[in-house]
C-alpha cells in the first residue's frame, strides 16, 4: 500500500517525537515510525526507568548512613516491588504517545522501516512517500567479539528484571554498568563489573572515580580492571565469563551477564538505497543536520555523526534545529552548548566543560580547586563520606573551565556549573549569587 507524507519520521524517542509532533501543529502530515512500541529509548529503557530505580536505592543509601542518628530499624529494597513501581512510570507510555498522535493527526506505523529510495520508506505492507525524512533511530549496544554471545543480556533486560539474580557480571566499567552496578549490590546481588582498561569511565574526573570505587567496594562491587572479557559459556543454571588478566584467564561465576561496554549508532536501514551518508560513528550531516547527499532527509539523536553527547537533553536540542530547518530551509546552524553528564550512582558524579587534563594541555592559565567535603556541613548531616568538588578556573578569565562533582546533589550542582559556563558568568559573579541556605548550591562560592 502506497501513502505520501509531508514528513516521514523513523524512531519515536525524544528525538523523532518533539520534530513529529512540531511539523503536526503547523499543519503538515507526519507520519512517525517505530520498531518497537512508542516512546523510545529515555522514557522505556534508558533515563526515566533507571532514575525511579535510583531514587529508591538512594533513599536506601541515605538510611543506612543515617542509621542510628534518629531512625532505627531493618531497610531493605524489595527487588520486585521497586519494579512494579517502574513500571507505573513505563507500561503506559507507548499507547500514551500512539493516542496523543493518532488524536491531532499523525499517522503511527510499527515495525522496522528501510530506505527503497531517496524519497520512500518500507514499512511491513506499506510504501511510504516523503517529501521529507527525519532519521532518529538512536544507538544500541556496542557488538562484543567474544564468544557466547547470545548468552549476554542488555540493559533493556535489566531494566526488566522482576528478580534479581544472585550473582551479576557487568562487562565493561562505563556508566551503565556503574549505574546498574550500584542498584544491584545495595539490593543484595553479589556484583563484578569487567573492565578491560586501567581507567573505568572515563569521561570523568580520575580523582573522583577513584573516590566512587571506594565506596563502590565498601557497598560490596568487585571491579576488575585491565580484565578484558574473551567470552561466556553456559554451565547448567550458571553463566561463565572469561577474561584475560596478565596473561592469564579468569573466569567469574554469574546468574547474569550483562552488557555496559557502550552503544552504537542505530543505522541498519538501508541508508545506501536512501543515498545517506553514513560512518560506523552514525549518519553524516552538515551543520543544519541535514544529510549532505540526500537534503530532503534530516538526522538527531544518537545516530548522529557530531560531537554532541549521545544523551536526551541533546537530542531533544537537535531536534529544534531540524524542525526549523525543516520549516525554512538551511534556517539554523547547530552550535552544540556545553553539556553536563551525571552518572546516576549512589553518590552520583557529574562533569561538565573540561577535564582537568584537557585544561593543562590547553595552554590556559589554570587554577585547580579539588576539595573533599565530607567535613562539610551538607555532607556530615547526612554523613556522607564520599563527596568531592573539582573546579578548574582561567585564572586570566576568571572563568570556569571545568566542574566535576561527587556527591548527593551533585546533579543539581553540575547544573548552576553548566549555567555558569554556557553564559561566561566569572567565579567573581558566581560568588554574588545568594543562594538558599542550607543547600548544597550555597556551597558553591566556597567551590570556587
Ligand atoms: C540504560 C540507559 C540509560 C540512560 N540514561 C540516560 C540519562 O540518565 N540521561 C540522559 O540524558 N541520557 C541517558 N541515556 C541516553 C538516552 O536514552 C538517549 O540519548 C536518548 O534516548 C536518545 O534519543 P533518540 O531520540 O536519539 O533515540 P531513541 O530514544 O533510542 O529512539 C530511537 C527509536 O528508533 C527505533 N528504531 C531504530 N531503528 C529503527 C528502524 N529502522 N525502524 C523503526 N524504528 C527504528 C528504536 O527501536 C527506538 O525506539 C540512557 C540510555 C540507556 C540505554
Redesign the pocket.
Same mark, same amino acid.
Given at each position: 500500500m502506497k501513502k505520501s507524507y509531508d514528513l516521514i519520521v523513523? /524512531?519515536?524517542?525524544?528525538?523523532?517525537s518533539s520534530v513529529a509532533t512540531a511539523c503536526n501543529q503547523k499543519g503538515w502530515s507526519v507520519a512517525i515510525?517505530?520498531?518497537?512500541p512508542f516512546g /523510545?529509548?529515555?522514557a522505556l529503557?534508558?533515563?526515566d526507568p =533507571? =532514575?525511579v530505580l535510583h531514587g529508591i536505592v538512594n533513599i536506601y543509601d541515605e538510611y543506612q548512613r543515617i542509621q542510628g542518628k534518629g531512625l532505627t530499624g531493618d531497610l531493605q529494597i524489595n527487588w520486585n516491588e521497586l519494579m512494579q513501581f517502574k513500571k507505573k512510570f513505563t507500561e503506559p507510555v507507548p499507547e500514551n504517545r500512539e493516542d496523543s498522535w493518532n488524536e491531532v493527526g499523525i499517522d503511527t506505523y510499527r515495525? =522496522?522501516?528501510?530506505f527503497l529510495d531517496e524519497n520512500q520508506i518500507q514499512i511491513g505492507e506499506y510504501q511510504l512517500r516523503g517529501t521529507k525524512i527525519v532519521l532518529?533511530?538512536?544507538?544500541m549496544p556496542t557488538p562484543l567479539p567474544i564468544y557466547g554471545i547470545e548468552h549476554l543480556s542488555y540493559?533493556d533486560d535489566f531494566?526488566e528484571l522482576e528478580n534479581l539474580p544472585k550473582t551479576i557480571v557487568f562487562v565493561g566499567g562505563g556508566y551503565?554498568s556503574f549505574?546498574f552496578a550500584h542498584m544491584a549490590a545495595r539490593a543484595g546481588a553479589t556484583v563484578h563489573i569487567l573492565h578491560r582498561g586501567d581507567r573505568p569511565l572515563k569521561k570523568f574526573d580520575p580523582d573522583l572515580v577513584d573516590t566512587l570505587l571506594e565506596k563502590s567496594k565498601e557497598i560490596g562491587i568487585q571491579v576488575h580492571l585491565n580484565h578484558a572479557v574473551k567470552g561466556i559459556k553456559k554451565d547448567g543454571e550458571n553463566f561463565i565469563v572469561e577474561a584475560e588478566y596478565e596473561n592469564k584467564t579468569i573466569s567469574f561465576v554469574a546468574d547474569k551477564v550483562v552488557h555496559g561496554a557502550g552503544?552504537i549508532p #542505530?543505522i541498519? #536501514?538501508d541508508l545506501e538505497k536512501g543515498n545517506v551518508q553514513y560512518s560506523k560513528k552514525g549518519i553524516k550531516v552538515n551543520d543544519h543536520l541535514q544529510s549532505p547527499s540526500n537534503p530532503r532527509v534530516y538526522a538527531?539523536?544518537?545516530?548522529l555523526d557530531t560531537e554532541g553527547f !549521545?544523551?536526551? !537533553?541533546?537530542?531533544g536540542f537537535e531536534s529544534g534545529i531540524v524542525v526549523a530547518n525543516l520549516q525554512e530551509e538551511r534556517s539554523r546552524v547547530i552550535h552544540y552548548p556545553v553539556t553536563p553528564s551525571?552518572v546516576?550512582t549512589v553518590p552520583k558524579l557529574a562533569m561538565i566543560g573540561m577535564s582537568e587534563k584537557e585544561a593543562q594541555n590547553s595552554a590556559k592559565n589554570i587554577e585547580v580547586n579539588h576539595q573533599k567535603l565530607s567535613t562539610w556541613f551538607t555532607y556530615r548531616r547526612t554523613n556522607e563520606k564520599y563527596a568531592e568538588v573539582k573546579v578548574i578556573r582561567d585564572k586570566d578569565t576568571d572563568q570556569i573551565l571545568g566542574a566535576h562533582v561527587l556527591g548527593e546533589g551533585a546533579d543539581d550542582l553540575i547544573n548552576h556549573f553548566t549555567t555558569a559556563i554556557q553564559l561566561g558568568i566569572t567565579t567573581e559573579e558566581l560568588k554574588q549569587v545568594v543562594y538558599a541556605y542550607p543547600t548544597a548550591a550555597s556551597n558553591i562560592e566556597f567551590m570556587l
Open positions: 523513523i /524512531g519515536s524517542g525524544v528525538g523523532g515510525i517505530d520498531d518497537r /523510545g529509548t529515555c529503557r534508558g533515563c =533507571k =532514575k515495525g =522496522k522501516a528501510i532518529a533511530t538512536g544507538s540493559s531494566l551503565i549505574e552503544r #542505530m541498519d #536501514m538527531v539523536g544518537d545516530v !549521545p544523551l536526551t !537533553p541533546v537530542a551525571v546516576f
